[in-house]
């Protein structure tokens, strides 16, 4: 029997611009800029210099800290330039530009073959390091330090719900990669043990659900059909939904015993364990009522927003807005010059048709945000106490820190308050001041 | 005075070419997300209320005839007028037009006798938006419902006026000229039924409308009707008119005239200016606690104040009173009804 997470909200999925296209592979662009910093955690230091040759698949930046994830080359060319360049979610970044030399040859030693069930779990989490693996959904969380949960695990949850509207990339590698998808399940639950496993995709992808159900017949991979109700993607909702655990405030999902991964994840990690093939590319929707010809794509680490758009045919109207990710979570980017990087599940051209967010006004109190709110906050007191500088408050008496920022009272303000702007505020001056302290 | 004119010429060159879009030229609006959001606007919800309140407010123009719409007209003129010129001389940014202040003046005038004189209606106006509303910061920061301050002030202002009830029409005057509440009060229960010919024909005449009463609250199935619709397109919550005149019944039931449990619920739901409030002003979002929880706290309290004002209180109806009561009592809830966090520990 599935539980229900309260709140929520139902926006237009918009999905119908590319769920019956196929993945395309573009050709590769004249260069990339691969960014050091693709992960949570301490950005990588790179390993090469100017002028150096590189090979697709070879480690060009690594880091000592334990929170990283080393970064690849995404082709084979020459470095000719390291320097700080536009990031989609940290404005600008130290980067690494390689210059396509057009052969795109592998590094020694890749692509290889491996019996993965012959490994020691230890063996297949350093591959999974090595790899550069990270969670795909778009919080790029390094995905051996996931792997390795220090509190006991019963529990595998894929996360396939791909709740975001417009995102449609897990749903075509759920319908195009799906041995892959098996194989990586089948690795990670090798790992942690586990012989529970749900995969999470939400009722308006039938088709997905089929195909997923077909892929893991036989197997102990239970493929749940849930709900279609933003934010059922969100780890907590999902956990929720699922086993009915709760994920205690300021907790992780280790802490009821489960670790979640997205779906695009389980493929990269079936590459890294039985091909050898670091993460270099990745399944990106292209997509917006701004986009001529929306697309999937699959996409080298590094290539830019702008040979991208270009490939989906340019602008059909003027893009009010471009978005790295979903409309509900996404970042808006101010330049086409950034590059794809690890968690880029989506490109969103949209124009001020889709965008148009109105005036904001003062809150009216009607109460639709703490409806929708699925933390059980009180988002409109959240954005009140931030308009006036009372963060402290936020924290201590109304849970700031418990909100995920996942946009559903902003979606649904009638006064079209910006209360995730607020909160994020909020937060980033609580964490200031204890810094401080 | 250059760069300005370079602005002005770039903009009349991408005119000419509105297809060609020039990329490097583009520039893209940078906000926090989400970037898309629901088509609600507040001038929506408070254009729909008004639209729920328009069934009643019709009815009351054929039953009381025209003075209640001179009534209604200048309400809504002067409240929407007040406000206008409220943020004109603030040079605030004019929102008189987006039915908030059009709900007030409607609200006021539907709760005052349709023989007011139409001055006291401009002057309960102005108190509900220059006073009760514009003073506090304008729509969002108001503590009291407008509509019932300005219906308090003119009680206090003009007590016989406010309660002074005149057969107005020959249907009306085919009831009684006082109202069900007023008779009840000073004449007691069994002339109440008398006046009226049975029980049945009395519960009749308070459904459909055809008493004596305030311009807008006689009618109890067409204020159900908005107020269903309300519910229905998701404007208010059903748990408070179902809560407030649920608790009105129950407690009226409860103390009866002769001993416990003799009362009469359906007569005292459908008394007054209960329906109204219940549908239309205890459901003002600005004024009642923002949680479903405290929201029911609200509505129980209300009714409660209600019952107490109506059976032990010198006033023959309690409603206007009872929610503003509530209101004050409204942040107070809110501090300590919140919603349990996902997640919180015990």
């Known amino acids: 029997m599935l539980k229900r997470f309260l709140g929520g909200i139902h926006p237009k999925d918009s999905k119908v611009y590319t769920m019956d296209k196929t993945i395309e592979i573009p050709p ?19 390993l090469v210099k100017v002028g150096d040759k590189v090979k697709k698949g070879q480690v060009i930046a690594e880091s000592d800290a334990f929170m990283h994830s080393p970064v690849h080359a995404s082709i084979s060319g020459e470095v000719i330039k390291i320097a700080e360049m536009p990031h989609a979610s940290r404005v600008n970044c130290l980067s690494i530009v390689i210059k396509n030399d057009g052969l795109d040859e592998w590094v020694q030693g890749i692509p290889l073959h491996r019996e993965w069930d012959q490994l020691e779990t230890a063996e297949i989490l350093d591959i999974i390091k090595g790899a550069g693996a990270v969670g795909m959904g778009g919080a790029t969380f390094p995905t051996h330090i996931k792997l390795s949960p220090n509190k006991n695990v019963d529990v595998f949850i894929v996360n396939a719900a791909e709740c975001e509207p417009y995102l449609t990339a897990d749903y075509r590698m759920m319908l195009e990669y799906a041995d892959r998808i098996v194989t990586g399940v089948k690795i990670v639950m090798k790992v942690l043990g586990v012989s529970k496993c749900f995969v999470g995709i939400e009722d308006n992808k039938p088709e997905a659900v089929s195909v997923m159900k077909d892929a893991f017949k036989g197997t102990s991979v239970e493929v749940v059909s849930l709900p279609t109700k933003y934010p059922q993607g969100a780890e907590k909702m999902l956990i929720k939904v699922l086993t009915n655990r709760e994920v205690p405030s300021g907790g992780l999902p280790m802490d009821v015993g489960v670790v979640v991964q997205n779906v695009g994840t389980t493929v ?6 039985v091909s050898g093939i670091p993460l270099i590319e990745r399944v990106t929707t292209v997509s917006g009522d701004a986009i001529k010809d929306p697309k999937n794509l699959l996409l080298r680490i590094g290539t830019s927003y702008e040979y991208v758009i270009d490939y989906c045919g340019g602008f059909s109207k003027t893009p009010e807005k471009i978005i790295s990710g979903g409309p509900m979570m996404g970042m808006a980017q101010f330049t086409l010059d950034v590059p794809v990087i690890k968690g880029t599940s989506g490109i969103l051209a949209l124009s001020s048709d889709v965008v148009n967010s109105g005036e904001e006004s003062p809150c009216i109190r009607c109460g639709r945000c703490v409806k929708a709110c699925p933390m059980g906050l ?26 995920i920022e996942c946009g559903s009272c902003v979606y649904t303000c009638p006064a079209k308050r910006n209360i995730v702007q607020y909160i994020k505020y909020s937060k980033a001056q609580n964490l200031a001041q204890s810094a401080k302290k | 005075m250059s760069s300005e004119t370079k602005v002005v010429q770039e903009s009349k060159v991408q005119n000419i070419q509105p297809k060609e879009i020039q990329v490097q030229d583009q520039k893209f609006t940078v906000s926090a997300s989400p970037h898309i959001r629901c ?8 254009w729909n209320v008004n639209l729920a309140l328009a069934p009643a407010a019709i009815f009351s123009i054929f039953y009381f005839g025209f003075p209640a719409l001179i009534n209604m007209i200048v309400g809504i003129v002067s409240a929407v007028a007040c406000e206008y010129l409220v943020q004109k001389f603030r040079k605030m940014k004019i929102t008189a037009f987006d039915g908030s202040a059009f709900i007030t003046g409607l609200l006021l005038s539907m709760s005052l006798p349709p023989t007011l004189p139409p001055y006291m209606v401009a002057i309960g106006s102005f108190i509900a938006i220059v006073i009760a509303k514009q003073s506090m910061g304008g729509l969002g920061f108001n503590i009291f419902n407008p509509a019932h301050i300005g219906r308090a002030a003119l009680m206090v202002s ?12 020959e249907s009306v005057d085919a009831v009684s000229s006082a109202t069900p509440l007023n008779i009840l009060k000073h004449q007691g229960y069994t002339s109440l039924i008398e006046i009226f010919g049975s029980n049945t024909a009395m519960y009749k005449a308070m459904f459909i409308g055809t008493r004596n009463g305030s311009l807008g609250e006689t009618s109890t199935v067409l204020l159900l009707i908005g107020g269903i ?4 397109k998701g404007y208010i919550n059903w748990h408070v008119p179902v809560c407030m005149i649920g608790t009105v019944g129950i407690l009226t039931w409860i103390f009866g005239p002769t001993g416990l449990f003799t009362g009469d619920p359906l007569f005292h739901m459908m008394a007054g200016g209960l329906i109204l409030g219940a549908f239309f002003m205890a459901t003002d979002m600005v004024t009642i606690p923002i949680t479903t929880k405290g929201q029911i706290i609200f509505a129980v309290g209300a009714g409660a104040i209600t019952v107490l004002i109506r059976l032990k209180g010198g006033y023959p109806e309690g409603v206007c009173y009872s929610i503003l009561l509530m209101n004050a009592v409204t942040p107070l809830i809110d501090r300590f009804v919140k919603p349990k966090n996902f997640g919180a520990r015990g």
């Open chain 2, 158 to 169: 003009w007590p016989v006026a406010m309660t002074t009830w005149t057969k107005l029409t």
């Open chain 1, 28 to 46: 590769l662009p004249s260069q990339v800029v691969i960014p050091m910093s693709q992960h949570i955690g301490a950005p990588c230091t790179p």
């Open chain 1, 378 to 403: 009180v988002p409109s007191m959240l954005s009140i106490l931030g308009e006036r500088n009372r963060f402290k408050e936020a924290k201590e008496e109304y849970g700031l820190f418990n909100c």
């Open chain 1, 268 to 273: 990269s990690i079936c590459d890294a364990v």
């Open chain 2, 229 to 232: 619709y309300l519910i229905y």
């Open chain 2, 39 to 46: 088509n609600e606007s507040i001038s929506k919800i408070m």
